[in-house]
């Protein structure tokens, strides 16, 4: 099993900045990716960004810059920095653990609540 733990969350204003952290314990060995997701009230789950075991950083086209998301895979931990918040940002944001055990296993944390109020 892993645990995932989120942090960081929080409510700001159109324009500002937070930063999520995300700390995975537990079984990690073997990780594969980990990542970001959000999901807005009423609609599907999205991602918003990956960090793989060797380093690489992927973004969807929709993120166009204003995200930074950095990782240390030795001790499998995420961030997101935030910037320019829109209100469409606001949603729940989910850390994601995804590693390989006979098979790929996803896992992820409780969720952090992110509010940008114009």
């Known amino acids: 099993q892993v645990q995932l733990v989120e942090s960081g969350g929080g409510s700001v204003q159109v324009g500002g900045s937070l930063r999520l952290s995300c700390v995975a314990s537990?079984?990690?060995?073997?990780?594969?990716?980990m990542a970001w997701e959000r999901q807005a009230p009423g609609k599907e789950r999205e991602l918003v960004a990956t960090f793989a075991r060797g380093g690489s950083i992927r973004y969807p086209e929709w993120v166009q810059g204003r995200f930074t998301m950095s990782g240390d895979s030795a001790k499998n931990t995420v961030e997101l920095q935030m910037n320019s918040l829109k209100p469409e940002d606001t949603a729940v944001y989910y850390c994601?653990?995804?590693?390989?055990?006979?098979?790929?296993?996803?896992?992820w944390g409780q969720g952090t609540q992110v509010t940008v109020s114009s």
């Open positions: 994601n653990f995804r590693r390989w055990n006979f098979g790929m296993e996803d896992y």
């Open positions: 537990g079984s990690t060995s073997n990780m594969v990716v």
